[in-house]
């Protein structure tokens, strides 16, 4: 394009839009399409797992009879019957909900971008852990929010850090990933956990809860959520992503019914609703029993996948690397001696011809991570695990 043309449009941009960056997960994966790599990097489930059958068996089902359903414009706040399922799954798990509270939306991503078009003015102080999903950071960044970091530990963020930070001035809101964290893998024990209720309290802030991995356990027993220990200071998020296919890009928000509103309009003015046959498609699943048979398909193959790294992983790793043992979910956390950078050990590991993704990423500011790295279990078949593991292993004892 002409220099001009190119001017016109640069200058004609929001200055908001200097904030926004590429996904760095999504840059490396492009680098790791090669089909000798063997990637750790991305967070996907397991494509082969997908249940491809019961989707097509769905729509065999459905569109002769709903078609005309199915294929209109729908509500805002999604499809009734699914919306009514997902309150009384949650009440399973001890999370309050009604239908009314729930909002679905075009995945978990959709409903952090709404949260902070609706919470965030700018220079807010904005808590979350170091390291925190990249994904929320990338939302967020957008509406100019200061990014206050705490500590983590074996079990999730360090209250005392909480404690500092909300003693330091307020804060809009909390950033959570209790149960196996992304990208840590680690779990929030339950005194945690009510510290946090506690603190929301006493500080006159609220929670966003995000889980999109607590039905992925392979060991241990359920923690009660945060929303259930005090639902008026929690918005709590969920997906469909990593228990049936990211592909239908379908998650939910549950909060209190009159914020739940203001996310609404904030909804309606960026994609009216979520796609009425993919919600319809979900609940079919959902109804039918799939999903629960799905799920307890999911959680023994990816236990199996992540024992072989865990166990691959002791066999090949140099004695100075350390790692998380995550409880569940798709991911364990990699710390490596001070002195290695994995954003250039990345680009050694692709001579490898293996991939992960450099810790620097899930940090909002400068500095953090550097030392780190994620690797993700779900994606990658048992037989070829150990394998990457040990080229992994080879890089990092030569670099050691």
């Known amino acids: 394009m002409d220099k001009r043309y190119e001017d016109m449009w640069t200058s004609s941009l929001a200055e908001r839009t200097k904030r926004l960056t590429r996904s760095v997960i999504r840059e490396l994966l492009k680098v790791a399409q090669d ?8 967070g996907w489930p397991a494509p082969e797992l997908f249940p491809k059958r019961e989707v097509e ?3 065999r089902y459905l569109l002769p009879r709903q078609g005309e359903v199915l294929l209109q414009y729908g509500a805002t706040e999604g499809v009734k019957p699914l919306k009514e399922f997902l309150a009384k799954k949650s009440g399973k798990y001890g999370i309050p909900a009604e239908p009314e509270n729930i909002l679905l939306t075009c995945g978990s991503q959709q409903a952090l971008d709404l949260l902070g078009k609706v919470f965030i003015n700018e220079g807010d102080r904005i808590l979350v852990t170091a390291p925190t999903y990249l994904g929320a950071i990338q939302a967020w960044r957008l509406y100019g929010p200061e990014f206050v970091t705490c500590g983590m530990d074996d079990n999730g963020v360090l209250i005392e850090d909480v404690e500092k930070v909300l003693k330091d001035g307020p804060v809009k809101f909390m950033y959570m990933l209790p149960n196996f964290h992304n990208p840590a893998g680690v779990t929030i024990p339950l005194e945690r956990r009510k510290r946090l209720a506690q603190l929301a309290e006493e500080y006159n802030t609220f929670i966003i809860e995000d889980d999109p991995y607590g039905e992925l356990r392979y060991e241990g027993e359920d923690i009660a959520s945060i929303i259930s220990l005090k639902k008026e200071r929690v918005i709590y998020l969920a997906t469909f992503s990593k228990t ?3 592909g239908l890009r379908l998650g939910w928000i549950l909060a209190p019914e009159f914020i739940l509103q203001k996310i609404i309009q904030a909804k309606q003015g960026a ?3 979520t796609g009425t046959f993919v919600q319809y498609i979900a609940n079919d699943l959902c109804q039918r029993g799939i999903l629960k048979a799905h799920v307890a398909k ?3 193959a990816y236990k199996e996948r992540r024992d072989v790294m865990l166990q691959s992983m002791e066999k090949y790793f140099p004695e100075d690397a350390k790692w998380t043992h995550p ?4 991911f364990l956390w990699v710390t490596l001696p001070k002195h290695i950078d994995t954003k250039i050990l990345y680009q050694k590991a692709m001579e490898y011809k293996v991939a992960f993704v450099p810790g620097f990423a899930f940090y909002p500011t400068e ?3 550097k030392n780190n790295m994620r690797l993700n279990f779900s994606n990658t078949l048992p037989d070829k695990m150990e394998e990457g593991i040990k080229r992994l292993g080879d890089l990092l004892k030569k670099e050691l």
């Open 35 to 42: 089909p000798t790599v063997i990637s750790f990097a991305g």
């Open 57 to 59: 068996e769905a729509c």
């Open 244 to 246: 049936l296919t990211p």
């Open 271 to 273: 994609d009216l609703h």
């Open 298 to 300: 999911l959680r023994e």
């Open 327 to 330: 409880e569940g979910g798709l």
């Open 367 to 369: 500095g953090g991570g």
